[in-house]
């Protein structure tokens, strides 16, 4: 079993993919700040085999000290998507690409990492063309901009690979209803209806659990995948906002959605994604857009944004 490090383990991916590694016999090192006050890691402290550092991957000597030993390193710690990162840059930058440049400096050339990066770095995409790992990376935000940087300082370091995630849905421990899946469903359940900009837009997605799946799969073929970055996204799910909406209506009956004469989104992200090269090597999603929805709705039974209403 591997000696693994995850830093922002206690995050949206982190907190479906490190009770599945536990479970698997690996132990497995967090490196985590909490910054959002999480507890989604608190059934992994019955595990002998898990380590908690409640401490700020930017700091070198935390990480210097979480990195000892460790075969496998999985930089999770980010500042997700164009909104949260527009608000604080500073901080996307030491993050998102400072922090990962610190892991490829400290760690020994034996230590593998398998790094999560994004394919909103194909920005405006290539119209309805598929948009390979040789496509051109043309990020339109600071998010997409510091994770590109992040994937070239891994993949030059050698001994490493990055998937491209497309984005992400379902539930989580450490759940987040911001991204689009996720915001558009919980809209559906608690608003009934939905005001799309640019709704022609094209984005591949992927659940949660198939991305935490990504990194097991890695690390049982790393030998093979190595040197290289590959799209992880669901094949089937290439498709627009308004065909996401009619999607979600297929659960939720009473759903309306318009989409708006006039204003845009200020997420520019518009492309459809090949996940072929990732599919070659014989990783299989196993999750649909229905499981996700269906899990989704569910969830939304549970959690509900009302602290200042009475209903």
């Given at each position: 079993?591997?000696?693994i490090?995850?830093?922002?383990?206690?995050?949206?991916i982190?907190s479906?993919?490190?009770?599945?590694?536990?479970?698997?016999?690996h132990?497995v090192?967090?490196l985590?700040s909490l910054?959002?006050?999480?507890?989604?890691?608190l059934?992994?402290?019955?595990y002998k085999?898990?380590h908690m550092i409640?401490?700020d991957?930017?700091d070198?000597?935390?990480?210097?000290r979480?990195?000892?030993g460790k075969?496998?390193?999985?930089?999770?710690a980010a500042l997700v998507g164009f909104?949260?990162?527009?608000k604080?840059?500073?901080?996307?930058?030491?993050?998102?690409?400072n922090?990962?440049?610190?892991?490829?400096r400290?760690r020994?050339?034996e230590?593998?990492?398998?790094?999560?990066?994004?394919?909103?770095?194909?920005g405006?995409?290539?119209?309805?063309?598929?948009?390979?790992?040789d496509?051109?990376?043309e990020p339109?935000?600071?998010?997409?901009k510091t994770?590109?940087?992040?994937?070239?300082?891994?993949?030059d370091?050698g001994n490493?690979?990055t998937?491209?995630?497309a984005t992400?849905?379902?539930a989580s421990?450490r759940?987040?209803t911001?991204?689009?899946v996720?915001?558009?469903?919980?809209?559906a359940?608690?608003?009934?209806?939905?005001?799309?900009?640019?709704?022609h837009?094209?984005?591949?997605?992927?659940?949660?659990?198939d991305a935490a799946g990504?990194?097991i799969?890695?690390?049982?073929n790393?030998e093979?995948?190595k040197?290289?970055?590959?799209n992880?996204?669901?094949s089937?799910a290439?498709?627009?906002?308004i065909?996401l909406?009619?999607?979600?209506?297929?659960?939720?009956p009473s759903?309306?959605?318009?989409?708006a004469a006039?204003?845009t989104d200020p997420?520019?992200?518009?492309?459809i994604v090949?996940n072929?090269?990732?599919e070659?090597?014989?990783?299989?999603?196993?999750?649909?857009l229905d499981d996700g929805?269906?899990e989704?709705?569910?969830?939304y039974?549970?959690?509900k944004?009302s602290?200042?209403?009475?209903v």
């Amino acid at each position: 079993m591997a000696e693994i490090l995850i830093t922002g383990g206690a995050g949206y991916i982190g907190s479906v993919l490190v009770p599945e590694l536990l479970s698997m016999g690996h132990d497995v090192t967090v490196l985590d700040s909490l910054m959002y006050k999480q507890n989604s890691l608190l059934d992994c402290c019955k595990y002998k085999n898990f380590h908690m550092i409640n401490g700020d991957a930017r700091d070198e000597q935390t990480l210097k000290r979480a990195l000892d030993g460790k075969e496998f390193i999985f930089p999770l710690a980010a500042l997700v998507g164009f909104p949260l990162c527009d608000k604080d840059k500073v901080a996307a930058v030491t993050t998102n690409q400072n922090a990962v440049e610190s892991i490829v400096r400290l760690r020994s050339k034996e230590q593998k990492i398998i790094f999560p990066c994004t394919n909103s770095g194909y920005g405006l995409g290539q119209g309805q063309e598929f948009c390979t790992e040789d496509s051109p990376i043309e990020p339109v935000s600071l998010y997409g901009k510091t994770k590109m940087a992040a994937e070239k300082a891994v993949l030059d370091s050698g001994n490493s690979m990055t998937f491209r995630f497309a984005t992400l849905f379902g539930a989580s421990p450490r759940m987040r209803t911001d991204l689009l899946v996720n915001d558009f469903v919980y809209r559906a359940v608690f608003d009934r209806s939905l005001i799309i900009f640019e709704g022609h837009f094209m984005r591949n997605f992927l659940h949660v659990r198939d991305a935490a799946g990504a990194f097991i799969f890695a690390m049982e073929n790393f030998e093979k995948m190595k040197g290289r970055q590959y799209n992880c996204g669901l094949s089937e799910a290439n498709m627009s906002k308004i065909q996401l909406c009619e999607k979600i209506r297929e659960h939720i009956p009473s759903f309306v959605y318009v989409e708006a004469a006039t204003g845009t989104d200020p997420d520019k992200r518009n492309y459809i994604v090949s996940n072929e090269r990732i599919e070659s090597m014989g990783y299989k999603t196993k999750f649909s857009l229905d499981d996700g929805i269906e899990e989704l709705i569910k969830a939304y039974s549970i959690i509900k944004n009302s602290f200042y209403g009475n209903v």
